[in-house]
């Protein structure tokens, strides 16, 4: 069965430091990955997917995903945060063959000042 | 397009009470989704769809029921509401080609005393 990691629940940054949100995956096969953010009180919005083409993503906002088969990672990166990032982000993974999604717990970024 | 509509947003249940959620889609998409959102545990699938008459169970179904009567909407039924039924739900839809993107509504915070 697929499953994903995120590592660290809460992820503080500086306005305009990097921001890092780690996701690892299990998979038997490489699956298609995904990140979302979560603003409060919304439902998820998708941010950028992974289906097997290039393997470094750019989504909305800046953001940008890295698929690294070798270390099962999936990680989110954006140079330089902003307030407006301020949200939960969370990885999912569904596998080939199929569409439901396995979501990892999540990670809520902090954005200061 | 008002893409996957959620009502109500907000409810309270009594014990054993019973409701139904209701999720509709405009986006013409064959599949359709059941989730829960509980605090650092991610979203957990609760039932879906990859057609009207066609449902499924996910990982967590105990306590739902759910039916596809149409393409557009896929509500959830909850028959003898519990307190671990509190939770915030929320509906997706995509659609049928692998890797495709789900898309969500704005939820429904349940809360059962």
Redesign the interface.
């Known amino acids: 069965a697929q499953s994903v990691t995120q590592l660290g629940s809460h992820v503080s940054v500086s306005e305009g430091a990097l921001v890092l949100l780690r996701c690892n995956y299990s998979s038997s096969v490489p699956p298609y990955l995904f990140w979302y953010v979560q603003y409060p009180n919304q439902g998820l919005q998708l941010l950028l997917k992974y289906t097997s083409a290039a393997t470094l993503v750019k989504g909305i906002n800046g953001f940008e995903a890295e698929f690294k088969k070798s270390e099962t990672s999936f990680h989110l990166t954006k140079p330089s945060a902003h307030m407006s990032d301020a949200a939960e982000y969370f990885c999912a993974v569904s596998e080939r063959g199929g569409n439901k999604l396995t979501f990892g717990t999540g990670t809520q970024l902090k954005v200061e000042l | 397009n008002a893409g996957?509509t959620q009502t109500p947003k907000f409810r309270i249940l009594k014990i054993g009470q019973s409701m139904t959620l209701q999720c509709a889609q405009d986006m013409n998409h064959n599949?359709m989704?059941w989730?829960r959102q509980d605090p650092?545990?991610?979203?957990?699938?609760i039932y879906?769809s990859v057609g009207a008459g066609i449902t499924d169970k996910?990982e967590v179904p105990n306590g739902y029921n759910v039916s596809r009567s149409t393409t557009e909407d896929f509500p959830l039924r909850l028959e003898l509401a519990a307190p671990s039924q509190t939770s915030v739900y929320?509906c997706?839809s995509?659609g049928?080609l692998?890797?495709?993107?789900?898309?969500?509504?704005?939820?429904t915070r349940l809360l059962v005393l």
């Open positions: 996957v599949y989704y989730y650092g545990m991610g979203l957990k699938l879906y996910g929320f997706a995509s049928q692998d890797g495709e993107t789900q898309y969500f509504g704005p939820g």
